[in-house]
């Protein structure tokens, strides 16, 4: 009887290690090679006045793993309002990450996460710092 309280013990214990690794697993590290560099467009445009704003420095992090340094400036945009950029894209990370901010403190900074990376131009509205 004592062998099979044991049997009964050890099978208890190894589905609870099962359940355990079933559900929250071992981390995977990110080795993605699938790194890619997708052209992108940006118009900036104030939110007030529809006006394109010249001189906004585009700032670009990509995932953790892939930078460490924090932000990169990328681009800065010309008399239209406009810049083409090439960001670092992998499909295993989020992000990535981009910041665009203007040197001489006008509009006040915008950061955000680009989800859907495909060529094309993406117009942004940035209040400026008075608001």
């Known amino acids: 009887m004592k062998w099979l309280h044991n049997l009964l013990k050890g099978a208890s214990l190894t589905t609870a290690l099962f359940v355990f690794q079933a559900c929250y697993g071992i ?13 992108m467009s940006f118009s900036l445009v104030s939110a007030e006045s529809g006006e394109a704003l010249q001189g906004i420095h585009i700032l670009c992090k990509a995932a953790m793993w892939l930078s460490e340094e924090g932000y990169q400036d990328i681009g800065v945009t010309d008399e239209n309002g406009k810049c083409k950029v090439n960001l670092l894209y992998s499909s295993n990370a989020e992000g990535p ?24 131009d993406i117009l942004v509205k940035m209040k400026s710092r008075n608001q």
């Open 27 to 39: 981390r995977q590290p990110y080795f993605d090679m699938d790194i890619k560099e997708t052209p």
């Open 97 to 120: 990450y981009i910041r665009f901010e203007d040197p001489e403190g006008v509009v006040a900074a915008k950061d955000t996460t680009l989800a859907d990376l495909r060529e094309r």
